[in-house]
């Protein structure tokens, strides 16, 4: 055993023998190794010039290499030396020995293998001691041979070769520097280039949000042809502003930014641009605290500062800042500093009294007044209070002046005012305190005087006074314009108003005489179309002018008859007899503003001109020509009659001024200082009524049928002299002698008057008699007529056209229509004295025209069926216009009555009327049985037409005498029952159904004449009289006359006030302004626009 432990001593020693080559060996290795991998490093950082982020890598890589290669070749060595870490085992180390040994060969492997043998044997142990034994005498550390690691000495030339002969080749400084780069990975290291980059810009430093522009050059031998600028991983191109001068801009840089430039394989170092914090305005919130007078609420402004507010208003701002230190107010180089609340939070109040511009700035440590907002502030200066006033003051016809007028102000309006004083005495003014409201605009309407008292026939000026709320500079005062007003004596007015009435006559004459050449065009329209075939478009283009004048003329004529009915209603007249005359003059106006309006004919003409239809277009002319001939002969009637109205007015306005001077002058005390002077006053007086005098007497003469009026030039040429006589005794002081001529010149005018008085009451009185008298004539020859009509109207339904006698009758048709031609003219002629005469009077005589015409050319063209309408459409013209003849007849002897028994008392009976009914009935009967039995048949349509059969007939013109008067006295009875019963209040349905039994009546005379229904239905009427009680009819004057006057006045007065307030409001083009939303700004705007259109 003791020679194994000789063995395990020798390899003990071999171990470590072994392990200590093992380390030179390795040490030998990573020289060599390391050198290489370090050269290899280093040349390729020399040739890549790699940027950091690889230069890192590589540099890690190189210390994981040699680390590497170090474990391996010197820590393994050692630890295994040291028996640290396991190394090679007993049986490899047997196998080296062995090996290097030929005479051991297996023979230490056995032996080995023999010891871990787990049992131990005699026969083993003695093996193991022989065989150890037998290697007692080799020494194992000598299979280790120092000597053959001198063989990677050589080596160790490669790393040393390279390293010289890159010495010798003169990189060896650029490999020192790649050393160097590859030891400091994270240092940017600029490569050697052709050229290189220099930053023009030195400050790098950027507002917050705003943009910074970098300029960059390059230097050396070759310029770039671009530069890149990297950052936030990026790479952009810059700008070439100039060669080898480039740019780049940052835009809203909100961060630090680091960057380089770049051209290939050039980089620059890296820069950095700094980030300067910006101080920020946020938000700004204002509170506007309106002047309480103003009645504003207060309001809220956000985000904006351009304000417009009112004068004395107290503003507070309010602003949240980002950054900053102080916010700041400045004001014409005045700089004033927020109020810090909480911080980024500032304040600042101030009353504001002008306009001004401001500025909000922001400012910290790095900036000042970085953000600067700049504002306007707007003043709205309380102004004066505004008003605008229009009247109709103008107009002379007026009793009230009537106003209208607009005031407005800012903020409201405290009083309104009307101020008037004599023109004599401006300083003695007064004034009427006005209703009004408190708001900013309204309208007001004023009727001066009103309740106030004035003198009358003095001269006033007047104005109105608004004054408004202002609580800072106190109420201010507008004042309208001037308006001058007289309080006209009756004098005055009535020669206004007569003047006025004459010019408008004067405007209707020319009206007519205009119309004469559209009567001329019409004329040549319709002979045109009798010529022509067929319508061409020049035919349409005349048809449409003539339209259009003739509407022309229509509005013309409405507005000068209104002016006319307006110049009427503006006073009462002084007699009865005047007023009623009036009254009816107006109705007739009223019926010929009614009969202007003829558009509905116009239309239609229109239209079939259009479609170019000469039949309908020549018969619709036709209708036009007899509509504008009674239009026509309604104006010349009412120009007629308004001349006589205003002869007879103007009669007795100058009767009435002559009593008046009269009087003047009869008690004019002479011995007054002024005595001289009053009564030139009086001559001048009286020349002005000579002159009116001369005037007047023109005026009757141009009347188709002039007035009686005394001529008195002798009368006025002998008071003229006696004037004239007077002021010459009184400037040679003989008072008695003045005082003598002074009362003859006063009796004459009296006399004058009382004459011109008396000339009127006669021509009044006379003319109702004449005119009764003529228009019972014409009513007679309209029955005629009547019973000629009817009687051509049976022979033709009973002849044709080859009837030996159709041309003698068409004769007789045609007389008759000349016949009527010459009622109509006589006829016309009445009304142009008689204003009662109505419309409906000319309606009925044009249709009876137009009837007749038609009859006529019916008849001559064979359309009898046609033909006989016309002549039945005649025949109920005629009818109506005979009833309303008779009942204006009627009327007229019922007054005429009335005023002769005026003052004894005026009753009516009802049994007395039915007595009267009785007779009637009787006469009728009478007529009846003068028809020598007669017979009802043909429908009653043929009943009295045939009176001049029989022996014993009495003559057709006697006959329709009879039937007349029956006609008439029938009229007369249910006149008398009509305004008995409306005087006593009666409406019941008994009474209109006698009043309509009578008026069915009448139209059977007139219709059938003496036929046995038409007794029936007068027995029938009779015993409705007999139902009615018994009872007296008291008949009186027309009591409501004068209330209808003054209701007439008061609904005028309305009417002015109405047209006023429509022609205000028209040019106002008016809105409910007192409603509307509007901004400040926009207000103001408003009120200058309406106050502007006001103006025009």
Known sequence: MNAFLNIEQKLSFFYKKYYT????????????????????????EYFLWLEPTYRTILFLLFIFVEFFLFFKFIITPITQLIKLKKGINEIESSKIIGNHFPEVQDKLLNILQLKNEQKETDLILASIQQKSLELQPVQFAKAVDFKKNTLYLKYLIFPIFIWLLSSLSGIDVELYNSLTRVVNPKVVFVPPAPFS???????????????????????????????????????????????????????????????????????????????????????????????????????????TGNLLVPEGTKIRWDVTAYQSDSVSFTENKRRDNFLETAENNFTYKKTVLKNTEYGISS?????????????????????????????????????????????????????????????????????????????????????FPKQ????????????????????????????????????????????????????????????????????????????????????????????????????????????????????????????????????????????????????????????????????????????????????????????????????EEKTLQIANKLEKLSKKQDVLDNTNKNALEKQKKIGKEFDEISKELDELTKDNQQLKEPMEIPQQQEESEEIKQVLSKTEENLQNKQEKAAQKSQKKASKKMQQMSQKMQQAISDIQENSIDENIEDLRKILENLITFSFKQEDLLVKFNEISVRHPDFGKELKNQNELKTYFEHIDDSLFVLSMRLPV????????????????????????????????????????????????????????????????????????SLPTLIEKQKGLSEQLKKGLKKKNGEKDGEKGKKEGTQGDQGDNKLGEEQLNGELFKIYQQQNILRGQLKDALKEGGENSETVKKVLKTMEQLENDILQKGFYQGTIERMQQLEYELLKLDKAAFEQGEDKNRISNTNSNTYKKQQLNELQLKKQFYNQMEILNRQSLPLQQDFEKKVQKYFSKKIKE
């Open 452 to 647: 106030l008292i004035l003198e009358k026939g003095v001269d006033y000026e007047l104005y109105f006074q608004v004054s408004d709320n202002d609580a800072i500079h106190g109420n201010k005062k507008t004042n309208s314009k001037k308006f001058k007003y007289r309080v006209q004596t009756i004098e005055e007015l009535n020669q206004a108003q007569l003047k006025d009435q004459k010019e408008t006559i004067q405007n209707l004459e020319n009206a007519i005489q205009n119309q004469e050449q559209q009567k001329k065009t019409l004329q040549k329209i319709q002979q045109e179309l009798q010529n022509k075939k067929e319508l061409n478009w020049g035919d349409k283009k005349k048809v449409d002018e003539f339209i259009r004048r003739q509407k022309q003329y229509e509005q013309m004529m409405e507005r000068q008859t209104d002016n006319l009915q307006q110049t009427l209603e503006q006073k009462t007249e002084e007699t009865q007899t005047l007023q009623e005359k009036k009254q009816q003059l107006k109705k007739r106006i009223e019926e010929l503003l009614t009969l202007n309006k003829q558009k509905k004919l116009l239309d239609e003409l229109q239209k079939i001109a259009n479609k170019l239809d000469k039949e309908e277009l020549f018969k619709k002319t036709k209708q036009l020509a007899q509509q504008n001939k009674q239009q026509e002969r309604s104006l010349e009637r009412i120009l007629e009659l308004t001349k006589r109205f205003y002869v």
């Open 21 to 44: 080559n093992e380390l030179i060996k390795g040490s030998f290795l990573f020289s060599l190794l390391g050198a290489l991998y370090f050269i290899f490093t280093i040349y390729v």
């Open 837 to 908: 005469l109505s419309s409906k009077i000319q309606t009925e005589l044009s249709n009876t025209h137009y009837n007749l015409d038609a009859s006529l050319e019916n008849l001559s063209e064979n359309r009898f069926d046609i033909a006989g309408s016309n002549q039945q459409y005649v025949m109920t013209a005629v009818n109506n216009l005979a009833d309303l003849l008779s009942s204006l007849l009627n009327d007229m002897q019922n007054n005429m009555g009335a005023s002769g028994k005026k003052g004894k008392g005026n009753s009516f």
């Open 363 to 447: 400012s910290n440590s790095q900036l000042q007044d970085f953000e600067k907002l700049s504002y306007n502030l707007r003043v709205i200066v309380d102004e004066f209070p505004k008003i605008i006033v229009k009247s109709n003051i103008d107009s002379v016809n007026i009793e009230n002046a009537l106003f209208v007028g607009q005031i407005s102000d800012d903020y409201g309006i405290n009083t309104l005012k009307v101020i008037y004083y004599n023109q004599d005495t401006p300083t003695q003014k007064k004034s009427f305190l006005m209703d009004i409201t408190k708001a900013n605009i309204q309208t007001f309407f004023y009727e």
């Open 197 to 303: 980059f220099h930053l023009a810009t030195e400050n790098l430093r950027v507002i917050e949000g705003g943009s910074y522009t970098v300029s960059l050059s390059t230097r050396g031998a070759a310029v770039p042809e671009e530069v890149k600028v990297l950052y936030n991983k990026q790479r952009y191109l810059m700008q070439e502003t100039a060669k080898g001068i480039f740019s780049f801009t940052f835009t809203n840089v909100v961060a630090p930014i680091d960057f380089q430039f770049q051209s290939g394989s050039v980089i620059s170092e890296l820069y950095s641009l700094e980030l300067i914090k910006t101080p920020l305005i946020q938000n700004l919130v204002i509170n506007l605290e309106y002047p309480r007078y103003t009645k504003k609420k207060d309001k809220k402004v956000e985000n």
